[in-house]
């Protein structure tokens, strides 16, 4: 099947208490279905999966399966430095009726080129479901370089990429290409990508989903978002993201640490690009 045009890596909401909020969670992926998306990513990095314990994880992906309408995938992301535990947790992740999952490069122990083919193998074979591989150097410290990628396509169920790193944006013979920024889209979409699995979708979904159907717009409309697209980066994601949601009225709290909320010279950037893209 196919994963999507218009992928929303959702934020996960906490409460006052910091725990997790699954009201807030499911009236937002709500939001998210009826506003552009088609496909969700449930505990990426915009999730915050780094200080959710594996319950909780394991909670949010069973709820985004069972909550879910026809024709809006659900990825799992379940990456791991454990290739044991990734596969665990994608093996679960399947279980629950996850469409794919997605898996990002080791971080820290950094395995070499054949450690890396034989972790992603493994995750493969732990699924039997399709397997979107994340390449994000600015966070990992190492890359999936294109060569290393191509290599990675002719495995079986690694059929697709999240490229976070917009300057290898390219086509890579077996693997379905997905944006990994938002300021990547519209380049991904003239290269032919698949998509995007994006996070300004969660304010601007509709907008990006005419840049998939309306090519013809496609510069303008992404011209007109960049403003928001600087903004979701005026500090580390999530704290921008979940500071423009509640502004705007989505209850999804505050981050867990080691992550700090906004600071009020953040929030007024985000404000100004919230009004002027039409949302304050």
Avoid: W
Avoid at 22 to 35: G, N, Q, T
Avoid at 197 to 203: E, Q, R
Avoid at 206 to 233: F, G, T
Avoid at 240 to 264: C, F, Q, S, T, Y
């Amino acid at each position: 099947m196919s994963l999507g045009s218009v992928i929303t890596a959702i934020v996960t909401p906490f409460d006052e208490q910091q725990r997790v909020d699954e009201a807030a969670f499911l009236a937002l992926f709500r939001h998210l279905v009826d506003h552009g998306s088609d496909g969700i990513v449930v505990c990426g990095t915009t999730g915050e999966a780094p200080t959710l314990t594996a319950d909780e994880h394991l909670r949010l992906i069973e709820l985004a399966c069972a909550e879910r309408p026809a024709g809006v995938s659900v990825i799992a992301s379940t990456g791991s430095n454990d290739t044991a535990h990734a596969c665990a947790m994608s093996a679960r992740a399947v279980e629950f009726g996850a469409d794919a999952v997605l898996s990002v490069t080791p971080y820290y122990n950094r395995p070499n080129r054949r450690g890396l083919v034989r972790h992603f193998t493994e995750i493969a074979k732990a699924t039997e479901k399709p397997v979107v591989l994340y390449n994000v150097p600015s966070r990992i410290g190492l890359a999936l370089d294109n060569d290393l990628l191509a290599e990675l396509g002719q495995v079986e169920h690694l059929d697709y990429v999240k490229q976070a790193d917009n300057a290898a944006l390219a086509q890579i013979d077996g693997l379905g290409l997905y944006a990994g920024n938002d300021d990547g889209f519209a380049q991904a979409l003239d290269l032919g990508a698949c998509g995007g699995i994006l996070v300004a979708s969660h304010l601007v979904g509709e907008q990006m989903r005419r840049m998939v159907d309306e090519p013809e717009n496609r510069a303008e409309i992404d011209a007109a978002l960049k403003p928001l697209y600087a903004a979701l980066s005026v500090t580390t994601n999530p704290i921008p993201i979940k500071a423009a949601l509640n502004l705007v009225g989505h209850r999804v709290g505050g981050v867990r640490l080691p992550l700090v909320e906004a600071d009020e010279s953040e929030l007024e950037v985000i404000r100004k690009a919230l009004a002027e893209v039409g949302l304050r």
